[in-house]
T-cell receptor, first 110, second 113 residues
Framework: GESVGLHLPTLSVQEGDNSIINCAYSNSASDYFIWYKQESGKGPQFIIDIRSNMDKRQGQRVTVLLNKTVKHLSLQIAATQPGDSAVYFCAETPGNQFYFGTGTSLTVIP | DAGVIQSPRHEVTEMGQEVTLRCKPISGHNSLFWYRQTMMRGLELLIYFNNNVPIDDSGMPEDRFSAKMPNASFSTLKIQPSEPRDSAVYFC???????????FGSGTQLSVL
């Protein structure tokens, strides 16, 4: 029979362009959010985090935006590079355990 | 810091056999988490410990799964007996405390034939 699995959203971008990956979270009580990057054969790797008292946080080439009104999180990657190709997960927590999204697969076209 | 260390990296076993996965959290981290990742379900939390005490094991699929944390630097996840549907990548993660960012190990790729 046909196998059913998670349908991973995919995003393809040209090298050098900016990438935006979106995430909708569900728990209004969540007050801490993290973006993780997972490369093939590796564990998720921390990229950037943001607490609910902020709406924007910047790192090196990455920016996270938080809109608590619509429960939306986004990750912006500037000047996307081939090494950025991976699956990106958002994670939320109300203070005990983390809840992970299904992930977005980013492919960077050289 | 060596990060979270998991062993083995790959495990191939036959249905019915016992499987033990091991994890060494980052030194000083008080919370430890076991996750399972599959294409069907993504990342699922199986169980987590705080100060070596199991806090929430509601994600453990069934009685065939058990986890222990005998001390702050070691945890095991055991499957007995294993079944083909247990095939997945199992990740261990640790954090300084509950609700703080997780640091993941490289995972154990389990294949049950």
């Amino acid at each position: 029979g046909e196998s059913v699995g998670l349908h991973l959203p995919t995003l393809s971008v040209q090298e050098g362009d900016n990438s935006i990956i979106n995430c909708a979270y569900s728990n209004s009580a969540s007050d801490y959010f993290i973006w993780y990057k997972q490369e093939s054969g590796k564990g998720p790797q921390f990229i950037i985090d943001i607490r609910s008292n902020m709406d924007k946080r910047q790192g090196q080439r990455v920016t996270v935006l938080l809109n608590k009104t619509v429960k939306h999180l986004s990750l912006q990657i500037a000047a996307t590079q081939p090494g950025d190709s991976a699956v990106y997960f958002c994670a939320e927590t109300p203070g005990n355990q983390f809840y992970f999204g299904t992930g977005t697969s980013l492919t960077v076209i050289p | 810091d060596a990060g979270v260390i998991q062993s083995p990296r790959h495990e191939v076993t036959e249905m019915g056999q016992e499987v033990t996965l091991r994890c060494k959290p980052i030194s000083g981290h008080n919370s430890l988490f076991w996750y399972r990742q599959t294409m069907m379900r993504g990342l699922e939390l199986l169980i987590y410990f705080n100060n070596n005490v199991p806090i929430d094991d509601s994600g453990m699929p069934e009685d065939r799964f058990s986890a222990k944390m005998p001390n702050a630097s070691f945890s095991t996840l055991k499957i007995q007996p294993s079944e083909p549907r247990d095939s997945a990548v199992y990740f261990c993660a640790s954090s300084l405390s509950r609700g703080e960012k997780l640091f993941f190990g490289s995972g154990t790729q389990l294949s049950v034939l």
